[in-house]
């Protein structure tokens, strides 16, 4: 086999990775990325995670991109570790239907009518169609098929490619000899792992294994130990995603080096352990690219039944090797969502993002309420609170603004994009919230200290903006997390009031002030409490107006405003008189 052989093998390898990759994207692209969310949500059953899992793993045509997807939704409490148990069963069996795909490029036509459909010229004409449908199409969907179809005659043309190049080894001796060796059950197990591992992919290294067949070189006893190795190689890129991945999200990537370890072994051990007593006459047969397929189909298959009894032993057995972690209940866990992993699936990532960010919500409007309780009795331990949560929401808003700027960079869906700007608006709002919240905290803690207060007239005043506060946040934070866009058009109205309320109470401060009935000292602290309730007010106004934004996407954010500020009639009106009402000095 000469240096020219040899880049076109490299070349036909290549080729079918490319392909492989093109058509397994493009795949997802015409399902709208719905597969991913159609795992995670519908695998409550051991059977039912095992089907989904044969099938998503058949389209995507990577049992390991499977596995490394479900390590992410265990690690990020989307999914329970029992249910992945069944997923990465079916992955092992959907990742052997890319050997039968792979079969078809094998199959030769005859003379006349027969020639029109071999594999050379369907593979031709499937490519001329698919880059019509690429070029020359206007329609998403119909790119995509396209898509579809060039990857699938890129795939068939490297595995035509590979063919070609190792063809030359019929006849060489050394080549023979090495595949001899590879009868060797340990020495074929460790070339499987050893291939499957750097081109990380099972389906590639079958499909190797199936080019190199052509040569008659393979035989039953060379074929069987490289499969069984095939499969524990395909483990090396899902442990690598577990590293950093939570226990849970661990022990999911133990499974799926559990079932192939244990299949190699019940396989392996089991039909060496029966030929030392029974002569099977197969096993010196030449295998072809079919009968490599049905070998890869039968062992997955054949482990998945001989393992489906076992389910609760299986996740007994992860829990036992890999023991739970004290850091997996601390207060981060949400954050734990933020996968990166999810960031090649944008509607689970977009899914992801939003609940966090309700849990960023609820933890600033707890604060709120903690600065505020503070002034009516001062608790160091809530004081002390107010600022731990603090510390929590900047990171959530470090994580969270990291996670969406790389999630821009993916091909968004229109909704997709508008969910993920409302985020990146809005999460600094909730955080500047959660800083005015410490802000009121700190007042609290000086007047505590310097044993000051606000006079009784003073107190009753703030009862009024505190009330018409609570309800501002309450009304704006409800509306973002139920998405009740009628309820933000309630929101400015309150605003305004609450800057009005303020203003009066300034103006008041200062009389008492000039009549002595309150010092400097405490007016500033007064003054500074009032600023920080209405810069409140204003996130929450900007929060609602993101939403109408994000309802309508030709909405004019400063018209609006404006507005609705200087135009006082319609809902505004009616809104502004009714908060007048309620929260009257």
């Known amino acids: 086999m000469g240096f020219q052989n040899v880049l076109a093998l490299l070349g036909g390898v290549a080729m079918f990775l490319f392909g492989m990759t093109i058509m397994g994207d493009a795949l997802k692209k015409v399902a709208g990325n719905k597969l991913e969310v159609i795992l995670y949500k519908l695998s409550n059953t051991p059977?039912?995670?095992?089907?989904?899992?044969?099938?998503?793993?058949?389209?995507?045509?990577?049992?390991?991109?499977?596995?490394?997807?479900?390590?992410?939704?265990?690690?990020?409490?989307?999914?329970?570790?029992?249910?992945?148990?069944?997923?990465?069963?079916?992955?092992?069996?959907?990742?052997?239907?890319?050997?039968?795909?792979?079969?078809?490029?094998?199959?030769?036509?005859?003379?006349?009518?027969?020639?029109?459909f071999s594999t050379a010229v369907l593979t031709a004409i499937v490519a001329v169609i698919g880059i019509i449908l690429r070029m020359f199409c206007k329609k998403k969907v119909q790119n995509n098929?396209?898509?579809?179809?060039?990857?699938?005659?890129?795939?068939?043309?490297?595995?035509?490619?590979?063919?070609?190049?190792?063809?030359?080894?019929?006849?060489?001796?050394?080549?023979?000899?090495?595949?001899?060796?590879?009868?060797?059950?340990?020495?074929?197990?460790?070339?499987g792992i050893a291939v499957t591992a750097v081109v990380q992919s099972a389906s590639?290294?079958?499909?190797?294994?199936?080019?190199?067949?052509?040569?008659?070189?393979?035989?039953?006893?060379?074929?069987?130990?490289?499969?069984?190795?095939?499969g524990i190689g395909a483990g090396a890129p899902v442990i690598l995603s577990a590293i950093g991945a939570n226990t849970n999200g661990k022990r999911t990537a133990f499974i799926y080096m559990y079932f192939n370890i244990v299949g190699a072994i019940i396989w392996g051990v089991g039909f060496y352990a029966i030929h030392m007593f029974v002569d099977f006459s197969f096993i010196d047969n030449t295998m072809n690219p079919f009968?490599?397929?049905?070998?890869?189909?039968?062992?997955?298959?054949?482990?998945?039944?001989?393992?489906?009894?076992?389910?609760?032993?299986?996740?007994?057995?992860?829990?036992?090797?890999?023991?739970?972690?004290?850091?997996?209940?601390?207060?981060?866990?949400?954050?734990?969502?933020?996968?990166?992993?999810?960031?090649?699936?944008?509607?689970?990532?977009i899914e992801q993002s939003k609940m966090t960010i309700y849990a960023m919500a609820d933890k600033t409007r707890k604060n709120?309420?903690?600065?505020?309780?503070?002034?009516?009795?001062?608790?160091?331990?809530?004081?002390?609170?107010?600022?731990?949560?603090?510390?929590?929401?900047?990171?959530?808003?470090?994580?969270?603004?990291?996670?969406?700027?790389?999630?821009?960079?993916?091909?968004?869906?229109?909704?997709?994009?508008?969910?993920?700007?409302?985020?990146?608006?809005?999460?600094?709002?909730?955080?500047?919230?959660?800083?005015?919240?410490?802000n009121m905290s700190d007042i609290a803690l000086e007047m505590e200290?310097?044993?000051?207060?606000?006079?009784?007239?003073?107190?009753?005043?703030?009862?009024?903006?505190?009330?018409?506060?609570?309800?501002?946040?309450?009304?704006?934070?409800?509306?973002?997390?139920?998405?009740?866009?009628?309820e933000c058009y309630r929101i400015e109205p309150l605003k305004?009031?609450?800057?009005?309320?303020?203003?009066?109470?300034?103006?008041?401060?200062?009389q008492r002030v000039q009549k002595g009935e309150c010092g400097l000292a405490i007016g500033f602290m007064f003054n500074d409490l009032l600023m920080n309730c209405e810069r409140i007010a204003g996130h929450c106004s900007n929060i609602a107006v993101a939403m109408i934004e994000l309802e309508a996407s030709e909405f004019d954010t400063h018209e609006y405003v404006q507005s609705v500020r200087k135009v006082r009639n319609g809902s505004f009106a009616e809104y502004l008189k009714e908060y007048q009402d309620k929260y009257a000095l």
């Open 291 to 349: 009968k490599i397929a049905l070998v890869n189909s039968v062992f997955r298959i054949g482990t998945t039944i001989a393992l489906f009894p076992l389910f609760k032993q299986v996740e007994k057995m992860a829990k036992f090797f890999i023991k739970d972690s004290e850091d997996d209940e601390d207060d981060m866990a949400t954050i734990d969502r933020l996968e990166e992993r999810f960031l090649k699936y944008p509607p689970i990532a």
């Open 368 to 438: 709120v309420y903690r600065a505020v309780h503070l002034f009516e009795e001062f608790d160091r331990s809530k004081f002390d609170k107010v600022r731990a949560k603090e510390a929590a929401i900047d990171k959530y808003e470090d994580k969270l603004g990291t996670y969406l700027v790389k999630l821009t960079s993916s091909e968004l869906q229109p909704q997709d994009a508008r969910q993920v700007s409302l985020i990146l608006h809005t999460i600094s709002d909730f955080e500047r919230i959660s800083d005015h919240a410490v």
């Open 204 to 230: 590639a290294s079958v499909g190797i294994l199936q080019a190199l067949s052509v040569t008659g070189a393979i035989s039953f006893a060379t074929a069987f130990p490289i499969i069984l190795g095939v």
């Open 47 to 116: 059977l039912k995670g095992i089907l989904l899992g044969t099938f998503v793993t058949a389209v995507i045509q990577s049992s390991s991109a499977t596995t490394v997807m479900v390590v992410g939704f265990v690690n990020s409490g989307m999914m329970k570790l029992a249910q992945a148990i069944g997923v990465v069963f079916g992955a092992n069996i959907g990742t052997s239907v890319t050997g039968w795909i792979l079969s078809l490029s094998y199959v030769e036509g005859g003379s006349g009518i027969a020639m029109i």
């Open 449 to 486: 200290e310097k044993g000051v207060s606000f006079s009784e007239t003073a107190k009753k005043e703030l009862t009024v903006l505190k009330s018409a506060v609570i309800e501002i946040i309450e009304k704006s934070f409800h509306a973002f997390v139920m998405e009740e866009v009628k």
């Open 145 to 191: 098929v396209g898509e579809i179809l060039l990857g699938f005659a890129v795939l068939m043309y490297g595995m035509q490619a590979m063919s070609g190049a190792v063809s030359p080894l019929r006849s060489n001796k050394a080549f023979l000899d090495a595949m001899s060796s590879f009868k060797n059950p340990f020495l074929g197990i460790l070339i």
């Open 496 to 510: 305004e009031h609450i800057g009005m309320l303020c203003d009066e109470l300034k103006l008041r401060h200062i």
